[in-house]
């Protein structure tokens, strides 16, 4: 069955930065008016886009057209937003440097946890605050250039890469004490050193990270 109808849309390259310029975005949106307001929106702000609607959908798109970042509903039929990211991330090399980014109305802790542990990049919450959207989107886009420096230049410890790894496979740190046979205390330690040599914020964003730059494994 061939891939279904896409929405393109290109701008001038005058109207945004270089890290913009046309660049192609995958909106994965189940809901016909968000959908439609995400390709106006976008496509003003001076990116291509490509809808799909459900995550089959979005699957067929990526494989044929490439994205340079995949923006996706969560909640979807036939396929949802997890379920999608989870096929992205078992095909590996071929997309490993495609930004994932969820867009959805569930914003609580559990849900962000797995979708970073699944790989993905960001979220951004319902209602769509374009403006920081925008901000994503480029931070992102951004970002894949920066994964080989990272590698080059963010000099993990064996200890720093343990932690990691074990926080990305969804132990805490008391669960990571024991496999290591450290204190809890000790597992902190190198998590914050981890999280501050990759110039994060939060440990979640340190796993997220470490897993794109391909510093960790899974």
Not at 28 to 57: F, I, K, N, P, Q
Not at 168 to 184: E, F, M, P, V, Y
Request: charged share 30%.
């Amino acid at each position: 069955m061939p891939p279904p109808p896409l929405a393109h849309a290109n701008l001038p390259i005058q109207s945004v930065d270089e890290t913009a310029t046309r660049k192609l975005i995958l909106c994965v949106e189940d809901d016909r008016e968000t959908a439609a307001l995400l390709l106006e929106e976008l496509t003003e702000r001076g990116y291509a886009v490509a809808l799909a609607h459900d995550g089959r959908e979005g699957m067929a798109v990526m494989m044929a057209q490439r994205p340079d970042l995949v923006l996706c509903d969560l909640s979807m039929p036939v396929m949802s937003g997890f379920e999608l990211l989870s096929r992205m991330t078992a095909l590996g090399p071929r997309l490993k440097n495609m930004p994932f980014v969820f867009l959805t109305a569930l914003s609580d802790r559990e849900t962000e946890l797995r979708g970073r542990q699944l790989g993905a990049d960001d979220y951004i919450a319902k209602p769509i605050d374009f403006d920081v959207l925008d901000t994503i989107l480029r931070a992102r886009l951004a970002r894949v250039a920066r994964l080989d420096v990272w590698r080059r230049h963010v000099e993990l410890t064996d200890r720093e890469t343990e932690a990691l790894t074990w926080s990305a496979r969804g132990k805490t740190s008391d669960d990571i004490a024991q496999i290591l046979g450290l204190s809890r205390r000790t597992v902190d330690f190198h998590l914050d050193n981890a999280r501050a040599k990759l110039g994060v914020a939060t440990r979640i964003e340190a796993v997220a990270t470490a897993v794109a730059a391909n510093l960790i494994e899974l």
